[in-house]
């Protein structure tokens, strides 16, 4: 019965749920960032560099044995059983993780500016005589003897 309570605890402690949290929402923003790159971004670029689809970027390492090659697509390469490289796929996950890492940059940085550290506090004083630090609560300074204030 202590086993279950300590589960219970652990899992009821404050930074289990953040986790969870911050998973649940880590996965729609990474869906999210997802569509953006495959249906956003791509299509432009690809229009820019003579209307290739990145995501049917790929090169046929061998044919597949149910179809000989050219395939105009990946789904068909890869339903021929064709072993292909995908560069295609691998720009759009290198832009994602671009976007993504962007964005937790900027997320970072907001809340370091929220959490701004109160300045030290000073427990010395100058001296007024010799210009020497001193303790706050000194009543004479221990350098020049001269009487405080």
Do not use: W
């Amino acid at each position: 019965m202590k086993f279950f309570e300590q589960f219970k605890a652990f899992l009821l402690r404050g930074n289990v749920i953040d986790l969870a949290v911050g998973m649940v929402v880590g996965t729609a923003f990474t869906n999210m960032v997802k569509s953006l790159v495959d249906n956003v971004i791509m299509p432009p670029i690809g229009l820019l560099i003579g209307g290739v689809d990145f995501s049917n970027l790929f090169f046929t390492l061998r044919d597949g044995s149910k179809s000989p090659g050219p395939y105009e697509t990946l789904g068909a390469a890869q339903a021929a059983g064709a072993v292909t490289l995908n560069i295609g796929l691998f720009i759009n996950t290198v832009i994602s993780l671009i976007i993504v890492g962007f964005a937790i940059f900027m997320v970072v940085k907001a809340i370091n500016k929220l959490h701004k550290n109160p300045p030290p506090k000073t427990t010395t004083k100058q001296c007024p005589q010799c210009c020497t630090e001193i303790p706050l609560e000194a009543k004479r300074c221990p350098n020049c003897t001269s009487e405080l204030s």
